[in-house]
C-alpha cells in the first residue's frame, strides 16, 4: 500500500511539474510576442532561448521543491509538539544541534549555489555561441571560417563540461557533508537522550524518528 501511494505521489508531482513548466513557457512565449521592439533590441535573442528551454525547466524542478520544503515545514510543528512532550530538554537541545549544524555547514551551501550560478553562465554561453553560429552560416560557409567556429565551439563546450563536473563535485560534497553531520547530529541526540534524559525505549525510538526527520 505504501509503494502505491509513493507511486502515485510521484506520479502527480511529475504531472504537475509538467502543467506548470508547460504553462510557465506560454506564458513567456506570449511574453515575448507582445513585448516592446526597445526591450527586445537589449537583449540577446539566445537568452530568450535559454530561458524558454532551460531555465524555465530549472523553475519547474525547484518549485517540486519548494513545495516538498512547505510540506516538511508544515508537519514541522507536529514533529516539535510531539518531541517536547516526550522529553522538553532534548528537544530543545535538538533544536540547537539543528541551528549549528546549518550554522557549521553554511558555506557548503553558499559554494553549491555559486557552482550553480557559474554553470547558468556556462549554459547561456553555449546558446550564444549557437544562436551566432546558426545565424551567420551561410556567411561562416561563403567566407571558409568553419575551422575557426569548430575550435570556438569546442571551448565553450569543454568549459561547459568543466562546469557542470564542478558543479556535481560541489554538490555531492555538500550533501555528504549534510548527510555526516545529520548523522553525527542524531547520534549525540541519541546518546543525550539515553545517558543524560535516560528515556524509555520507546519514547527513545519516537525521538530518534523525528530527529531523523528535523535535522537537516
Avoid at 33 to 59: C, K, M, P
Amino acid at each position: 500500500l505504501q509503494s502505491s501511494i509513493t507511486l502515485l505521489r510521484e506520479r502527480q508531482a511529475q504531472q504537475l511539474q509538467l502543467r506548470f513548466v508547460d504553462h510557465l513557457r506560454a506564458t513567456l512565449f506570449g511574453a515575448l510576442a507582445g513585448a516592446r521592439w526597445n526591450f527586445l533590441a537589449r537583449h540577446h535573442s539566445s537568452e530568450f532561448l535559454s530561458v524558454l528551454i532551460t531555465d524555465v525547466q530549472r523553475v519547474g524542478v525547484g518549485t517540486i521543491f519548494l513545495l516538498q520544503l512547505f510540506t516538511q515545514w508544515a508537519v514541522f510543528p507536529v514533529y516539535l509538539g510531539v518531541a517536547f512532550h516526550l522529553s522538553p530538554p532534548v528537544a530543545g537541545l535538538a533544536l540547537l544541534t539543528g541551528a549549528a549544524l546549518w550554522w557549521v555547514l553554511r558555506k557548503s551551501r553558499d559554494a553549491a549555489k555559486q557552482s550553480g550560478v557559474v554553470l547558468s553562465r556556462a549554459n547561456q554561453s553555449l546558446f550564444n555561441e549557437l544562436q551566432e553560429f546558426l545565424a551567420a552560416l551561410k556567411l561562416i560557409k561563403i567566407h571558409g571560417e568553419e575551422a575557426g567556429y569548430q575550435r570556438q565551439f569546442r571551448h565553450v563546450v569543454a568549459h561547459l563540461r568543466e562546469q557542470q563536473i564542478e558543479f556535481h563535485r560541489v554538490r555531492s560534497r555538500s550533501q555528504m557533508a549534510f548527510r555526516i553531520g545529520g548523522a553525527l547530529a542524531l547520534a549525540f541526540l541519541t546518546y543525550a537522550a539515553l545517558v543524560w534524559a535516560q528515556l524509555p525505549a520507546a519514547s527513545l525510538l519516537v525521538l530518534i524518528a523525528i530527529f531523523a526527520r528535523m535535522l537537516p
